[in-house]
Nanobody, 129 residues
Framework: QVQLVESGGGLVQAGGSLRLSCAAS????????MGWFRQAPGKEREFVSA????????YYGDSVKGRFTISRVNARNTIYLQMTSLKSEDTAVYFC??????????????????????WGQGTQVTVSS
């Protein structure tokens, strides 16, 4: 059973930074594609970022490109989302996701929630203006 546990959320002022972490269970973490989605109140889930197995390929949603950075440390079974220049519109619950269904990271399919097999419980990020 895969478990994804997010941490690092909280309250931050606009312009500030936060780093989210996602710890995954399992001994074969390094073979899975990983990513982040978010959902704001009253809105649909939105693709934030995704990362390939080795970390060599990354994708970002248009609203966070240039401000957020995804990374992973396979030896720690962990991925990170470094968020900078935060805006009030970044306020949302952030979910860590994992996919077993592909070997490489497809740029279009990875942006859809249906591509991802496992979801964490989420961590709240609130940006005050």
């Amino acid at each position: 059973q895969v478990q994804l546990v997010e941490s690092g959320g909280g309250l931050v002022q606009a312009g500030g930074s936060l780093r989210l972490s996602c710890a995954a269970s399992g001994r074969t973490f390094g073979i899975y594609l990983m990513g982040w989605f978010r959902q704001a109140p009253g809105k649909e889930r939105e693709f934030v970022s995704a990362i390939s197995r080795t970390g060599g390929t990354t994708y970002y949603g248009d609203s966070v490109k240039g401000r957020f950075t995804i990374s992973r440390v396979n030896a720690r079974n962990t991925i990170y989302l470094q968020m900078t220049s935060l805006k009030s519109e970044d306020t949302a619950v952030y979910f860590c996701v994992q996919s077993e269904s592909a070997f490489t990271l497809p740029p279009d399919r990875a942006r859809g929630s249906g591509f991802w097999d496992y979801w964490g419980q989420g961590t709240q990020v609130t940006v005050s203006s």
